[in-house]
């Protein structure tokens, strides 16, 4: 929207959304699921061009899915969410859009046939024809096969000639190396929500599951949703570099008269909306120091570079100041935690306490699937609780994420760091903040001195918090994977190993685990304690301003919208953005 392209938007309507989380007395992860008002949203019925409200019809083998649109508008792009709360619909089809990342294998490819099929129907019946489509991860790459249908009928072509005609205009982003996240479904069900798509492509059964098929006439393999989109798309990319890289290896099969350099998928790295992120005392502090006008040259490495005209005690004075108004934050959330649970009016009063401003702070949130390791701080336990413990030099930790509800490894890990707070080795120096949101992440990415990032290296398809904390001067302190790997260069943060992984998972851990602390005791805790006369930590202000000039402008969403239009859109749409039927 603030670059002025024009895009429309598609997605599902999730009316619950995502679970709000609490922590029971055990510290385990409840979640709980509220009803949206659609009332209270900025949101209207789309309509079609007689001015009536749109309902979208999917067919499958055993009946219709039905879903209405709604408009939302994002500044000046139209989202358009559909929704399968229709009269009409099964009682369980009814509850398909209720639940982000809820449901069986029914549940997950329905959505994607209401995603994919109905998206692609809605903007028919708005009357948008799109110059290019982006299939933003493999969910949506049914909208290919519906693109696909549209030419056939309304060109007279055969579904070679069209498929042709819609991958060129096409591009697909793959957004994570592990297997999970690419969803496969078998041939029964894949007949039974595609058969009547598949009668009017004029395809056997056969045909259409080798599009989904890395080997078309493999009947042992599924049919794969990420396969399906690279094939309708002559443009696709990963998130990072290294992501780009592991695509690449993973998707070979696919391209066998190819060598693994030239496999087609390429990289646009993630970046933040630097406006929804950036703290109002550091957009200050950038407003009396950066050109008039700045944000909107974000995107310029120039205007970055004004970060070095700043006084290093403004800077530190504005940063601490964030600090202060993240720790008031926690310690109401925590205290707040604490009196739901029914705990002790000294446990609360306590909780309202917990922190010091001076005391060299970590954070630590996102989600918590055990690839990321939210542990691995504490493989050496009693190294970790000396550290946070130490008289001159102590160390706090921030923890804040949510486990999937059906990773019950996920939530052990919640458990186990949020009742870090009973062991006193630890007390008031480690917290758990619940429920994180957006709200909870701006505060931390604002406030923290350091962003904790750990994942199993090469699983982290690319990241995006530690880009928001380089934006408030925050220093990342990371595993060399995702962005960070292509981010890092000696002077702007701390790494955490070589950028190496061993084929053990037990020996890959231990290594950074050993690693991490090392970096922490050797490098991070001396470089910030480290004072001049005037109580400045120079060097590490030094870091903060090499973080902000190197880093702020190169992860921001600008810079990646921008390389989308440039190596996506226009080449998709052949120069052309859209037509639009009055």
């Not at 789309?46 to 999917?58: E, K, N, S």
């Not at 760091?417 to 992440?441: G, L, Q």
């Not at 602390?517 to 004072?531: A, D, G, N, Q, S």
Request: hydrophobic content about 40%; some cysteine; proline content about 5%.
């Amino acid at each position: 929207s603030g670059l002025g392209i024009p895009l429309v938007a598609v997605g599902l309507f999730y009316d619950q959304g995502y679970f709000r989380q609490r922590l029971d007395m055990e510290g385990y992860q409840v979640e709980e699921y509220q009803d949206t008002r659609v009332e209270d949203l900025p949101m209207e019925p789309a309509l079609d061009r007689q001015g009536q409200p749109i309902t979208v019809q999917i067919d499958t083998r055993n009946g219709s899915l039905l879903a209405k649109v709604w408009l939302m508008r994002v500044g000046r792009v139209d989202l358009y969410l559909l929704d399968c709360d229709v009269e009409g619909n099964q009682p369980e089809d009814r509850e398909l859009t209720s639940r982000l990342y809820g449901g069986d294998h029914r549940t997950r490819i329905r959505q994607e046939l209401v995603l994919g099929i109905g998206g692609v129907r809605a903007l028919h019946a708005l009357g948008i024809k799109p110059g290019a489509l982006h299939l933003n991860e493999g969910h949506s790459a049914f909208a290919g096969l519906e693109m696909i249908r549209e030419l056939m009928e309304a060109q007279d072509w055969d579904f070679d000639e069209a498929l042709r005609e819609v991958a060129h205009q096409t591009v697909f982003t793959t957004h994570t190396p592990v297997p999970a996240g690419h969803d496969r479904f078998d041939s029964g069900m894949i007949e039974e929500h595609l058969g009547p798509l598949r009668d009017k492509l004029g395809l056997s059964a056969e045909d259409l599951m080798g599009l989904g098929r890395v080997e078309p006439h493999n009947h042992s393999e599924n049919f794969c949703m990420t396969v399906l989109a690279l094939k309708l798309s002559r443009r696709a990319n990963a998130v990072s570099a290294l992501h780009g890289h592991i695509s690449r290896r993973m998707w070979a099969p696919l391209y066998p008269w190819r060598v693994e350099e030239e496999i087609p998928i390429g990289h646009i790295t993630n970046g933040v909306h630097i406006p929804t992120w950036l703290a109002h005392q550091m957009r200050q502090l950038y407003d009396r120091h950066f050109p008039a006008g700045w944000i909107r040259r974000m995107g310029e490495p120039e205007v970055w570079q004004r970060i070095y005209d700043v006084d290093p005690g403004e800077l530190w004075e504005t940063h601490h100041a964030l600090k202060n108004l993240l720790l008031t934050f926690v310690r109401r959330r925590v205290s707040r935690q604490c009196r739901r649970r029914g705990e002790s009016d000294e446990i609360v009063e306590a909780a309202r306490n917990v922190l010091d401003p001076n005391v060299l702070t970590i954070g630590f949130a996102r989600r918590f699937a055990t690839y990321k390791r939210a542990d691995l701080l504490f493989w050496d336990v009693d190294r970790i609780c000396h550290l946070l413990q130490d008289e001159q030099r102590p160390v706090q930790l921030i923890f804040a994420g949510k486990a999937h509800p059906a990773d019950e490894p996920g939530k052990e890990l919640i458990r186990t760091i949020a009742n870090m707070r009973h062991d006193p080795r630890s007390a008031n120096r480690v917290v758990f903040v619940e429920d994180y949101d957006m709200n909870v992440t701006r505060h931390m990415v604002q406030g923290v001195d350091v962003w904790l990032n750990n994942p199993r290296r090469p699983l982290e398809a690319s990241g995006t918090s530690g880009q928001k904390a380089v934006l408030n001067g925050a220093l990342n302190f990371s595993v060399l994977d995702g962005w960070w790997a292509e981010a890092y260069d000696g002077t702007n943060g701390f790494a955490i190993g070589e950028g190496r992984s061993h084929k053990s998972q037990e020996i890959t851990d231990q290594r950074d685990a050993e690693n991490l602390l090392r970096v922490l005791e050797e490098e991070v805790i001396p470089t910030y304690y480290k004072r001049d006369m005037d109580g400045l930590p120079r060097k590490w202000i030094k870091m903060m301003m090499n973080s902000i000039g190197s880093l702020a402008w190169r992860f921001s969403a600008h810079r990646m919208v921008m390389d989308y239009c440039r190596t996506g859109y226009v080449p998709a749409a052949g120069g052309l953005s859209c037509d639009m039927q009055s």
